[in-house]
């Protein structure tokens, strides 16, 4: 199936820019006439894999996260991707509640709420080349003329 | 992120928040929290989420934080005015066997 549109987002690595990229994916997506909830639940997402990316992928150094969107006719694509150093195990990282990192007040519920608030979640990594999660969140299209 | 943090008594410190709970924001949150917790050495904080338009992992990693800073020194926290979005964060990371919910300040005032 052909997308209807399609955008993609490189930004650095910064923690200022978790704000900027949810509202970017939000503005997108909402050309698909989401409900305010289904928004909401698209920015929760977004803003975790963001998260994960500057804090787990690149850690103390900086680099480039990339987000790929696509809308269709009734869903929304969202992939965010870094060149970070990748997970080991990529089960246990989602596993509710557990997290590499409880020195920096983690709660590990990153994946667990990308889970719950998207329909689909799939999560490709390989150590010390990369991680690119990949979301489908389906759209009512209540509002729809 | 906006932060003011009020005496409701001497016990409770209350800590109105307004704006996005993220990564970056709950960085300059928690500092504010545990200084003011240093400093005057409350034991009971009320986080009021009224004027709280998102929140993220990040902010139940910062409550837990606080709820540990707290349980060593014989404290609490209680929120009040979770959106019901907020409110399945919270359900869904257990958040609620860690702090009380309270339908208003009064309540909180009254019973924590």
Not at chain 1, 92 to 97: F, G, K, N, V
Not at chain 2, 32 to 44: Q, V
Request: charged content about 25%; overall charge negative.
């Amino acid at each position: 199936m052909t997308a209807l549109n399609e955008m993609q987002l490189d930004f650095v690595s910064k923690s200022e820019n978790e704000s900027f990229a949810r509202v970017v994916v939000a503005a997108f997506a909402s050309q698909l006439d989401p409900t305010l909830d289904e928004l909401a639940d698209i920015k929760t997402a977004v803003s975790e894999a963001v998260t994960n990316s500057i804090i787990h992928g690149y850690e103390d150094t900086t680099g480039i996260i990339r987000i790929n969107s696509k809308l269709y006719d009734d869903r929304i694509v969202i992939s965010v991707q870094d060149w970070g150093k990748g997970i080991e195990d990529i089960e246990l990282a989602r596993q509710p509640l557990w997290t590499s990192k409880p020195e920096l007040e983690r709660s590990g519920m990153g994946f667990t709420i990308m889970e719950n608030f998207m329909d689909e979640l799939m999560v490709e990594s390989t150590p010390g080349k990369g991680t690119v999660v990949t979301m489908v969140k389906n759209i009512k299209r209540s509002n729809a003329q | 992120m906006n932060v003011s943090i009020t005496l409701l008594n001497p016990d409770i410190m209350k800590v109105d928040l307004k704006g996005e709970i993220d990564h970056h924001s709950s960085i300059v949150i928690r500092e504010e929290i545990d200084s003011y917790i240093e400093k005057h050495r409350i034991k009971k904080i009320l986080i009021n989420f009224k004027n709280v338009t998102f929140m993220d992992s990040s902010g139940i990693g910062m409550i837990i934080g606080r709820y540990k800073k707290l349980q060593k020194l014989g404290g609490k926290i209680g929120v009040v005015n979770l959106s019901p979005k907020i409110k399945s964060i919270f359900q869904m990371s257990g958040l609620f066997n860690l702090v009380s919910c309270f339908s208003s300040e009064k309540e909180a005032i009254d019973k924590f």
